[in-house]
T-cell receptor
Framework: GGIITQTPKFLIGQEGQKLTLKCQQN?????MYWYRQDSGKGLRLIYY???????QKGDLSEGYDASREKKSSFSLTVTSAQKNEMAVFLC????????????FGPGTRLTVL | AQKVTQTQTSISVMEKTTVTMDCVYE???????LFWYKQTASGEIVFLIR??????ENATVGHYSLNFQKPKSSIGLIITATQIEDSAVYFC????????????FGKGTSLTVIP
């Protein structure tokens, strides 16, 4: 078994601030994802990384940067937080090449004042 | 156009009854994978069950089963003998093709199990 951890659990920022969210997994999975979940909507892909040092943009990448420092960790940066923004950011991972399900972290809830 | 559609926004059922949640998907691929996830009130998302498109037999795990109707591009989730702790939001998802980005999620169905 394994686990995905996300830090922080709650993140409150100011408009225009640069904010970083972190994700760690000990599944030894190759591929990792960042999704954004807004109330009443499905999950939307921001960035994904097939393997260490790889970065791929999803449909919602504008306004975000990502970094895959090592196989077990994947960070997401909100480059300039938007006022009144509120969403949950979810990290997920899968084995490379495996048509398997994604495992999700507990999420980071972002509030921008 | 949405690739995965869940038309039921919310459902309420009595405890110990059976509930079915609907999901339809859209794909041109001959091989694809369908998943159901559960998101609890705490926000945790848990994988429940999957169906591979090439398999004719409906998947079953515990008190979860699927109603896979390939000609209708439909994958319903059936929960039998519902329990209070089944109250959650249920997401249907599809993975198609070879691309790692090709996971698509529905908007979710909120299930309330009434004691």
């Amino acid at each position: 078994g394994g686990i995905i951890t996300q830090t922080p659990k709650f993140l409150i920022g100011q408009e225009g601030q640069k904010l970083t969210l972190k994700c760690q997994q000990n599944f030894n999975h190759d591929t990792m994802y960042w999704y954004r979940q807004d109330s009443g909507k499905g999950l939307r892909l921001i960035y994904y990384s097939i393997t260490e040092n790889d970065l791929q943009k999803g449909d919602l990448s504008e306004g975000y940067d990502a970094s895959r420092e090592k196989k077990s960790s994947f960070s997401l940066t909100v480059t300039s937080a938007q006022k009144n923004e509120m969403a949950v950011f979810l990290c997920a991972s899968i084995l490379w090449g495996a048509f398997a399900e994604q495992f999700f972290g507990p999420g980071t809830r972002l509030t921008v004042l | 156009a949405q690739k995965v559609t869940q038309t039921q926004t919310s459902i309420s059922v009595m405890e110990k009854t059976t509930v079915t949640m609907d999901c339809v998907y859209e794909t041109q691929d001959s091989s694809y994978f369908l998943f159901w996830y559960k998101q609890t009130a705490s926000g945790e998302i848990v994988f429940l069950i999957r169906q591979d498109s090439y398999k004719k037999e409906n998947a079953t795990v515990g008190h979860y089963s699927l109603n896979f109707q390939k000609p209708k591009s439909s994958i319903g989730l059936i929960i039998t003998a519902t329990q209070i702790e089944d109250s959650a939001v249920y997401f249907c998802a599809m993975r198609e093709g070879q691309g790692y980005q090709n996971f698509y999620f529905g908007k979710g169905t909120s299930l309330t199990v009434i004691p």
